[in-house]
């Protein structure tokens, strides 16, 4: 079995005041399989960075279950939990801010080790460091040196370093790119290929759109409102969407080429994204989605797959439904 982590029907919800419950994350499955990298998209507010932080247990879950390598990660205790983060690290949006600024580089790198006590002399951590930096594209000079001194590249460099500090097998990567230049994501992308093809490492990645995904994933989950909306490999994705929020997603990508730039159609979404505090009845995407019909304000669409491989909550592919339900509005 190849499935390094396996989450089903996972639930997270927050209480917030006056009995009122977010609904951050919904009956929501997938597995990601060992060397892969599983891309996770939606806009901000669809819950995949609550879904990251719960496959991590930094959050409690409401319901279903994380296993990750055999271990239902709710159920670990503390020593054991601190025992997992050596095999999975995350790496945030903006490295500066998950870096203390007082910190100098080798330093905001050395510390997981020292938490963990992985070296027994400063000089095996030291040459450790040191290793580190060259593997993210860094050198040793930049040691002694403080996050603030370097670009937003270099500096998620210096994270992403520090992720890989415990030779974790498993990183969770939130947005990892989504506040660098475009020439400079593609470099941060090009490093996490080299390094998951180096030590064989397992990605989930977390990204707002479809444009740099598209190269790093293997399979994508797109999330809507706290729904996973549609699952598949990234190629049939790109090729297929079938539901009608993808393909919004993905027509907002530019595409260089302004032949097919002009011709192309734009799914513009009209509306508000709705609060997930008082998500809508039925489909939850039904306010936004240009093909609406009866049915999709009174039913939630079922989880189904649809081809091989390639799953979707939609009643358009419901075959089971009759005329009026199928009725646009
Ligand atoms: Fe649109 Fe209905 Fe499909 Fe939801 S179920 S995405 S509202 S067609
Ligand atoms: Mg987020």
């Known amino acids: 079995d190849d499935k390094i982590l396996q989450v089903t029907n996972l639930k997270k919800h927050f209480v917030m005041g006056k009995g009122k419950m977010l609904q951050a994350v919904d009956d929501v499955s997938f597995y990601v399989n060992k060397g892969e990298t599983f891309g996770l998209v939606g806009e901000s507010g669809c819950g995949k960075s609550t879904i990251g932080r719960t496959i991590m247990g930094l959050y409690n879950k409401t319901d279903g279950d994380v296993v990750y390598d055999g271990d239902n990660v709710h159920s670990l205790t503390d020593k054991e939990k601190f025992k997992f983060y050596r095999k999975m690290q995350m790496i945030f949006q903006d490295p500066y801010a998950s870096l203390n600024p007082r910190s100098t580089v080798s330093e905001v790198i050395s510390e997981p080790m020292e938490v963990h006590s992985l070296y027994k002399n400063k000089k095996e951590q030291m040459d450790r460091v040191y290793q580190l930096l060259e593997e993210v594209g860094l050198n040793r000079d930049h040691a002694n040196r403080y996050p603030h001194e370097f670009s937003g590249g270099q500096r998620q460099r210096i994270g992403i370093a520090r992720a890989l500090a415990l030779n974790p097998d498993f990183i969770i990567a939130d947005e990892p790119i989504s506040a660098l230049d475009v020439s400079v994501q593609a470099q941060v992308v090009n490093l996490l290929k080299e390094l998951q093809t180096e030590k064989g490492l397992t990605f989930l990645f977390i990204a ?19 729904h996973m909306v549609e699952l598949t490999e990234s190629s049939s994705l790109y090729d297929n969407p079938l539901h009608p929020y993808t393909r919004a997603l993905l027509s907002a990508i530019p595409i260089p080429d302004p032949d097919i730039e002009e011709t192309r159609e734009r799914i513009i979404l009209e509306g508000e994204l709705p609060s997930p505090i008082n998500p809508p009845s039925g489909c939850v995407f039904r306010t936004r989605c240009p093909m609406a019909m009866e049915v999709c304000s009174v039913k939630q669409p079922d989880w189904q797959e649809v081809e091989q491989n390639h799953y979707v909550a939609c009643h358009l592919y419901d075959e089971t439904l009759g005329e009026n339900e199928t009725r646009r509005i």
């Open 208 to 226: 707002h759109d479809l444009s740099m995904v598209k190269q790093i994933s293997d399979r994508i989950g797109v999330m809507y409102l706290g």
